[in-house]
């Protein structure tokens, strides 16, 4: 159990039998009555965010949480397999259960998947991805490398904003929680 003194951005917790993290969170002591803690709480499974008031010292469940390490294999149709690393047992999971994610994968990229009640439930991608530039625009001549910016299509389908000075072929650096560009790779 969770006291609200114990509530922080990112802590897990379960109301109601579903899983929310806590995106926000305020300590109030009004000048009547008795503290209380507002949180904006984000649903772990359907993403949808919620308003709530606890009274300070009120005590909320852990969730039944488990993160493991998995490997992203391939896709069939609109399902995505995922191989655990330790035991090897393979799992596909739908696009929706990837969320954004599938805009960066690529073969053998290794993932974190939350599992609550042992069901997935979120897929985390590392904060950075290299990935291969498959088609861009090429550049004017005249634009600086310094200037503007143009769209660029990456390997996993993905289409990002990148310099001029970027061409097809290029290793890029990708920022996967903005999905921005951050640098070419040598």
Known sequence: MY???EFKKGLKIEIDGAPFAITDFQHVKPGKGGAFVRTKLKNLLTGRVLDQTFRSGE??????LMEKEMQYLYKDGDNYCLMDNETYEQIMLTSEQ???AVLYLTENMNLQVLFFNQQPVAVDLPNFVELTVAQAEPGVRG???SGGTKPATLESGAVIQVPLFINAGDRLK???RTGTYIERLK
């Open 143 to 145: 634009d600086t490398a």
């Open 59 to 64: 005590r909320v469940k852990k969730p039944d």
């Open 174 to 176: 990708v920022d996967t």
């Open 3 to 5: 006291s609200t003194a």
């Open 98 to 100: 990837m969320g954004d």
